[in-house]
């Protein structure tokens, strides 16, 4: 492997990876701990995702025992896990029966 990549691992500067399609974008490579606070988690966290394969949609790039993360399949990541659904806060439906806010509906009760 060509030493300029070695060097651009190391310094986590932007990393030309293109495709040979003569695509030859650039991408910010984080290691585990830049990774995780992007993500907003703890680097633990991040290796017990990584592990136990909790989410297989979170893309890293293993070189050696270097493992990497790049910025835009990060970004893609949290936008794959945005919920559009909303809980209406006035239905017990959704409530957890062991949660301290439920309140039991008296539907059915005279």
């Given amino acids: 492997m060509d030493a300029t990549i070695f060097k651009e691992l190391r310094t986590s500067e932007p990393l030309n990876l293109g495709s040979g399609n003569g695509n030859n974008a650039k991408y910010k490579l984080l290691n585990t701990e830049e990774a995780a ?3 907003g988690i703890t680097k633990y966290t ?14 890293s790039i293993k070189l050696g025992g270097a493992r990497r993360f790049r910025e835009q399949d990060l970004a893609e990541f949290i936008e794959s896990r945005i ?26 009760v005279l």
């Fill in 46 to 59: 991040l290796i017990n995702w990584l592990s136990t394969k909790r989410y297989p949609g979170l893309k």
């Fill in 83 to 108: 919920c559009t659904t909303t809980v209406d806060s006035t239905s017990n439906r959704n409530q957890n029966p062991n949660s301290k806010n439920f309140k039991p509906s008296r539907e059915g």
């Fill in 37 to 39: 606070e992007f993500l």
